[in-house]
C-alpha cells in the first residue's frame, strides 16, 4: 500500500505567490477564478493553456525575484524573506492544476506536455534558488535576525530558508563549490546506473514452471497471472514467475515446492549481488564513500549527520538509540515466531530447518490455522460510504468539524466529490475533495494533495484550503457497492488523517518545512481509530442487512493484525540500522564490500539467521537516493503515532481536552514549528517507545 503526500510540485520553500495581475482575458489559468470558494475552474482549462500560462507566470515570478533582489533598501525579513514567500503565486497556482491534472486526468498529450514542462520548472527553480544576489540579502538577514522581532513562525522558516543554502553548499569557497557539483554529479549517475541494474536484473530472473505439479497450493489467480506472463514470453503451456512482487509473493506464500521457493527467493535477495556486469557493490561502496567526502566538504561528521540534522531525530545517534531500543524488544518475539513455524514443520514430520525462503510460507499456514479469516466475509461490513462516514464521524467526534457535500464547484474530475468543512459554530474551514476509484486517467496508490494550502495574504486576508484525498479503491460492480478490503479501510483512514493535517493548517505564508520524520504522523494517528471496537460499531454495518459488524469478526479483525508482526518489524529495523550504519561512516572507507559490512554488522546485533534486511545493500532503493539515512522515519512515526493515540487511550477515546491540544499543538502547527516541540506541546514530554512495544504485544 502506498502512503505519502502528494507535493504537487516540488519548488521549495522558496516559491508560491504573488497579487499583479496577467492577460486575465481567455487563458482559464491566468484569471482570477471567479467560482465558489475561488476552487480551480477545471472544466475550461484545456491543455493548451498550461503552456502559455507556465511562461507567463515564470516571467512573471522572475520578475517578482528580480525586484526583491535589487531593492536598494537594507535587507529585511519583510523585503527578502516574506516578500521571496509571496513572490511566485501564479505559478503556484498554475503549476498546482497541472499536477492535478497529470495525476487524475492524465492524457497522453498531458504527459508530453509534462516532459516538456517539468524540466523548464527545475532549470527555472535552479535560476532562482542558486542566485548569489538572493543569497546574499538572505545572510545578511539572518546575521541581524535580533533586529526584526521574529514570531516563531517567521525565526523557523528564516532558519529554514538560511540552512537550506548552506546545506547546498552556498558558503563554500569556489573551488569546493566546484568539488561539491561534480561529487553530486557522479552521484546522480552512480544511483542511476545501480537502479538500472536491479531493473534489468528483475527483468532478466524467470523461474519457468512446466510442469504441472509444481504449481500445488498455489491460488488459482496467480496460475493464472503465471501463465499469461508464460505466453508473453513465447511459453505458451508454461507457467512463468518473476520478480515482481504481484507474482513474487503469492509463489512465496503458497507454492508448496520448496526447492522452488528457494530458488526464487534467493534471486530476489541476491539483486545486484551476483558478480556480473549488474553488480552493485562496487557502485554503492563508491555512492557511500562520495557521501562521507560530501558530508565532511560541508563540515558535517558524516552523511547521515548531514541528512538529519533539521529532522526530529536531529542526529544519528538518537535515531540508533530509538531503533535499537526497539531492535531488543522485538527480538525475543522474533525468535518465539521462527520456534512456533519450526514447530509447523516438525509436526508435518518435516526433518529440515526454517529457512529464509520458508518463513512467508510456513507463516501463511499458521496464520489460516489460528485465525481462518476470510476477506469476504468482512468486506459486506466496509461499503465505501460507510467507512467514509465512519472517517468524518470520528472527526466530527474529536474535533466537532462537519462535512456537507456540496454540488455547486468545479471538480477536477466528473467522479470527485466536494465537502464543505465547518467548525461546530459554522465557520468555514475548507474544502475537500474526493476522489475513490481507479480509472486509465488516475495514477496508481492513494494520497492526499491540495489544490491551495491555508495562508494569510500580504493584505490579510485569510485563505482557506481546498484538499484533495484521491484513492485507488475497489470500484462497485454490477448491484453490489464499492466493498473495500481491510487495507483499503486503512488507507482512507490513514490519507483522512493527511487531509485533516491539511485543513486545520494555521501557515501564514504560502511556505512550510515540515520534518520528513513527522510527516506520518497525523496520517498513521487516524489509522488506530480505524478498528477500535467502539468506532467500528460505528461504520461497519453489513450493506445488506445493516447489521452491526459482530463481535467474533472484531475480535478476528485484532488478533491476525498482531500476527507475524515480529518478523514485520525486524526485517524493517534490520534495514533502517544498517542504512544509518552505513551512512554514519565518517571517513571514506578503501575497498568497502557493503556485502561484507552488511553481514557483519546484521550479525553483531543478533539477527535471527532466518530473516534478511528488509531490502539488502544491493537493491536498496530508497538509499540509492532520496530515502538515503532516511528509512527509519517510518519506525520513528510508527513510534509518534502509537505514543500520541496512547493519550487518548489514557484519557478516552474522544478526549476533548487532548483532541484539542492534538489540532492545535500538531496539526495546526506541522511545518511552521520544530516537530520535537510540537510533540512535547502535545504530550507534555519527549516520545517514548512503550505504546509501540505495547501494539505489537512486546510489552
Ligand atoms: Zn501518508
Redesign the pocket.
Known amino acids: 500500500m502506498k502512503?505519502?503526500?502528494l507535493i504537487v510540485l516540488s519548488i521549495g520553500v522558496l516559491f508560491s505567490s504573488c497579487t499583479k495581475k496577467v492577460n486575465e482575458n481567455s487563458n482559464p489559468l491566468l484569471a482570477k477564478y471567479d467560482t465558489p470558494f475561488e476552487v480551480p475552474p477545471f472544466e475550461k482549462i484545456k491543455t493548451e493553456h498550461f503552456a502559455p500560462a507556465f511562461d507567463s507566470a515564470m516571467v512573471l515570478h522572475k520578475a517578482e525575484m528580480e525586484a526583491i533582489m535589487t531593492n536598494p533598501e537594507e535587507p529585511t525579513f519583510e523585503n527578502t524573506i516574506e516578500a521571496s514567500f509571496y513572490a511566485g503565486e501564479l505559478l503556484g497556482k498554475v503549476a498546482s492544476v497541472f499536477g492535478t491534472f497529470n495525476s487524475v486526468n492524465i492524457s497522453d498529450s498531458l504527459q508530453m506536455l509534462a516532459q516538456e514542462i517539468y524540466p523548464k520548472l527545475s532549470t527555472h527553480s535552479d535560476e532562482i534558488s542558486l542566485d548569489l544576489r538572493f543569497w546574499e540579502r538572505v545572510k545578511i538577514v539572518y546575521a541581524n535576525k535580533e533586529k526584526f522581532n521574529l514570531n516563531a513562525e517567521q525565526a523557523f522558516l528564516l532558519e529554514s530558508v538560511y540552512k537550506g543554502f548552506v546545506r547546498n553548499g552556498a558558503n563554500l569557497p569556489e573551488d569546493k563549490k566546484e568539488e561539491l557539483m561534480k561529487i553530486n554529479q557522479e552521484l546522480s549517475t552512480i544511483a542511476l546506473t545501480a537502479e538500472q541494474n536491479i531493473l534489468s536484473e528483475v527483468n532478466q530472473y524467470k523461474l519457468v514452471i512446466d510442469n504441472e505439479k509444481d504449481l500445488a497450493g498455489l491460488p488459482e489467480s496467480s496460475i493464472q497471472a503465471a501463465a499469461e506472463e508464460a505466453i508473453n514470453d513465447s511459453l505458451t503451456g508454461k507457467w512463468v514467475f518473476t520478480l515482481n512482487k504481484p507474482s513474487l509473493i503469492p509463489f512465496l506464500n503458497y507454492a508448496e515446492n520448496r526447492d522452488l521457493r528457494r530458488d526464487i527467493y534467493n534471486a530476489y535477495v541476491n539483486q545486484g549481488n551476483n558478480n556480473d556486469d549488474k553488480d552493485n557493490k562496487a557502485l554503492m561502496a563508491q555512492m557511500i564513500n562520495l557521501r562521507v567526502k560530501r558530508a565532511k566538504l560541508l563540515g558535517y561528521d558524516s552523511h547521515a549527520a548531514y541528512k538529519i540534522e533539521g529532522r526530529m531525530a536531529q542526529n544519528p545517534d538518537r535515531a540508533i538509540e530509538l531503533l535499537t531500543k526497539l531492535w531488543g524488544g522485538i527480538l525475543p518475539k522474533v525468535q518465539q515466531e521462527r520456534n512456533d513455524l519450526q514447530s509447523v514443520i516438525s509436526k508435518e514430520g518435516g526433518n529440515f530447518k526454517l529457512e529464509p525462503s520458508d518463513w512467508f510460507y510456513y507463516t501463511e499456514k499458521l496464520r489460516k490455522e489460528k485465525y481462518n479469516i476470510d476477506e469476504s466475509e468482512v468486506r459486506p461490513y466496509f461499503k465505501l460510504e460507510n467507512v467514509r462516514e465512519g472517517a468524518f464521524s470520528v472527526a466530527n467526534k474529536l474535533y466537532g468539524i462537519t462535512f456537507t457535500e456540496i454540488n455547486n464547484v468545479p471538480l477536477p474530475n466528473p467522479e470527485a466529490t466536494a465537502f464543505e468543512v465547518k467548525e461546530a459554530d459554522g465557520t468555514f474551514i475548507g474544502l475537500l475533495f474526493t476522489d475513490f476509484h481507479p480509472r486509465a486517467s488516475k495514477r496508481g496508490g492513494a494520497w492526499c494533495g491540495s489544490f491551495r494550502d491555508h495562508s494569510i495574504t500580504k493584505e490579510g486576508k485569510e485563505i482557506k484550503p481546498l484538499v484533495t484525498l484521491v484513492c485507488n479503491f475497489t470500484r462497485p460492480s454490477g448491484d453490489t457497492p464499492a466493498l473495500l478490503s481491510v487495507d483499503e479501510v486503512e488507507t482512507l483512514f490513514?490519507?483522512f488523517g493527511?487531509a485533516l493535517d491539511g485543513l486545520f493548517a494555521k501557515t501564514s505564508y504560502p511556505a512550510s518545512d515540515i520534518a520528513w520524520d513527522f510527516v506520518?504522523l497525523p496520517?498513521q494517528i487516524m489509522e488506530h481509530w480505524a478498528y477500535e471496537p467502539e468506532v467500528l460499531k460505528m461504520y461497519a454495518h453489513h450493506y445488506q442487512t445493516g447489521e452491526v459488524i459482530p463481535e467474533e469478526l472484531i475480535t478476528k479483525l485484532k488478533e491476525s493484525g498482531n500476527f507475524n508482526q515480529g518478523f514485520a518489524l525486524t526485517e524493517v529495523l534490520a534495514a533502517s540500522l544498517l542504512d544509518l550504519k552505513l551512512h554514519a561512516l565518517t571517513e571514506p572507507v578503501e575497498n568497502l564490500n557493503v556485502m561484507d559490512f552488511e553481514k557483519e554488522y546484521l550479525n553483531s546485533i543478533g539477527l535471527i539467521p532466518e530473516i534478511y534486511s528488509r531490502y539488502r545493500s544491493t537493491y536498496f532503493r530508497h538509499i540509492m537516493g532520496g530515502y538515503d539515512a532516511g528509512y527509519y522515519a517510518y519506525t520513528w512515526a510508527s513510534v509518534l503515532d502509537n505514543d500520541a493515540f496512547e493519550a487518548f487511550k489514557e484519557t478516552s477515546l474522544f478526549d476533548q481536552t487532548t483532541a484539542k491540544s492534538f489540532r492545535e499543538n500538531v496539526l495546526a502547527m506541522n511545518g511552521i514549528k520544530d516537530a520535537m516541540e510540537m510533540f512535547v506541546a502535545f504530550r507534555g514530554r519527549e516520545p517514548k517507545i512503550d505504546a509501540l512495544l505495547k501494539n505489537y504485544g512486546i510489552k
Open positions: 502512503k505519502y503526500l490513514h490519507e493527511h506520518e496520517s
